[in-house]
C-alpha cells in the first residue's frame, strides 16, 4: 500500500514518479471495484480496513489544480466508498430488524470471534484500542450523537469513553450473564454496555448515568430497537439504588472517595447476596484489593476482570 504522501504525490500528478503513484492507486482502485469478496456481506473487516484507507486518501488535503486523471481517480474513490457503505448499510439495517424481532443475539455473536478459534487468537482480546467490532456495533446501534455539550464532571469522576466492543462481549461471555441476572452499568455513559447485554443475554440491564444528555439517547437507542430490558437512569452511582444488581460492571467511572463510596455500597448489597462485578481500566487494582471480594480466573491487563463476592 503506497504511503499517504505517495498517494498525495499520486493524485496531483505532475512530474515522473506522481505519474507512476497515479498509475499504482488506478491499479489499487480497479482492483478494489473488482474483488466480488470484499462485497459479501460477511466482509466487513476486510470492507472497515478498506475504507479506512480510502478515506485516507480522500482527507489528502488536495490542491486546486487536480488533473483529469487525479479527478477521475477521485470520483472513482468516493464511489467505491459509498458502494462499501451501501453494503454496510444494509448489513446493519437487517441486524437491526432481528433486534426489534427479539433475534439479536445469533446476528451479533457470529461476529465475535469464538474463544480457542485461530481468529481469537490472532487478534488478542487486550488493549484499549477500537476494531471493526466497534465499526459493526456502531453501524447497528446507531445511537445519536448528544445533541449538547456534556455537563462539567466532578473531581473524581472519568469523562466518557466506550467500552471496546469485543471488551463487553467477553465479559458478557465470562460473567455467564443470563436470564436470571440484573447487570448494572455503573456511569453507563452513552449505554452500549447494556444496549448490547440486553441483545445478547436474557439479563435484564440497567444504566446508571449521572450525564441526562448520555441518558436520553441510550433511552432512545432502546427504544427503537425495543429492547425493553435495557433501561437507563440518570442519577449519582454513589445513591442509586443498586438493589436489583447481580452483576455490576465498572469501566473506571470514577476514581479515588467516590470509587471507595460505591465499592462500600456494593460490599452493603454483597452482604444481602452474592453478586459479581466486572471491572475495566485502573479501577481494576482498587477493586482487585478489596477482602470481601474473589477474582475469577486470571487477571490480565487491558482485559476485562471478574470478580465474585465472597
Ligand atoms: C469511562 S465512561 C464508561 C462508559 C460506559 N460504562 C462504557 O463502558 O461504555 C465513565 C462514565 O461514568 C459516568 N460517571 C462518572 N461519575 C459518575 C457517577 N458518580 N455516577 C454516575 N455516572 C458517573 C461518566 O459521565 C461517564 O459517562
Redesign the pocket.
Known amino acids: 500500500m503506497p504511503s499517504r504522501r505517495g498517494c498525495i504525490a499520486g493524485i496531483t500528478a505532475g512530474n515522473r514518479n506522481d505519474r507512476r503513484m497515479t498509475s499504482v492507486l488506478h491499479n489499487l482502485i480497479s482492483e478494489l471495484e473488482q474483488d466480488d469478496l470484499l462485497f459479501e456481506p460477511n466482509r466487513l473487516r476486510e470492507r472497515s480496513d478498506v475504507l479506512d484507507r480510502l478515506e485516507t486518501y480522500l482527507a489528502c488535503d488536495l490542491p486546486q489544480d487536480l488533473d483529469i486523471q487525479g479527478v477521475e481517480l477521485q470520483g472513482r474513490i468516493k464511489a467505491l466508498c459509498a458502494s462499501i457503505e451501501a453494503i454496510d448499510g444494509r448489513l446493519y439495517q437487517s441486524i437491526r430488524q432481528d433486534i426489534q424481532r427479539g433475534e439479536g443475539a445469533r446476528r451479533l455473536l457470529e461476529w465475535v470471534p469464538a474463544v480457542g478459534s485461530d481468529e481469537h487468537a490472532n487478534n488478542p482480546v487486550g488493549g484499549d484500542s477500537y476494531d471493526y467490532l466497534d465499526v459493526l456495533i456502531s453501524g447497528v446501534l446507531q445511537i445519536d450523537e448528544p445533541d449538547a455539550q ?1 455537563g462539567e ?2 473531581t ?8 471496546p466492543a469485543r471488551h ?1 462481549f467477553d465479559m458478557v461471555g465470562r460473567s455467564a450473564l443470563n436470564e436470571h441476572d440484573v447487570l448494572i ?6 449505554g ?2 447494556p444496549l448490547l447485554a440486553a441483545i445478547c443475554t436474557g439479563a435484564r440491564c440497567i ?5 441526562p444528555i ?1 441518558v436520553d439517547c441510550a433511552r432512545r437507542c432502546a427504544d427503537a430497537l425495543n429492547l425493553s430490558r435495557a433501561t437507563f437512569i440518570q ?4 445513591t ?1 439504588d443498586l438493589s436489583a444488581g447481580t452483576v455490576f ?6 476514581t479515588g472517595t ?1 470509587l471507595r463510596d ?1 465499592l462500600g455500597r456494593l460490599k452493603g448489597e454483597a452482604a444481602k447476596r452474592k453478586i459479581r462485578i466486572c471491572t ?2 485502573p479501577c481494576t487494582a482498587t477493586v482487585a484489593r478489596e477482602s470481601w471480594l474473589e477474582a475469577v480466573g486470571v487477571q490480565e491487563v487491558h482485559r476485562p476482570a471478574l470478580f465474585h463476592s465472597v
Open positions: 456534556a464532571l466532578a473524581e469522576m472519568v469523562f466518557y469513553q466506550p467500552t463487553i452499568d455503573l456511569g453507563s455513559g452513552l452500549h454496555v444504566g446508571i448515568e449521572w450525564e448520555y442519577q449519582d452511582a454513589r442509586a460492571y465498572l469501566y473506571t467511572p470514577f467516590m460505591v475495566l481500566g
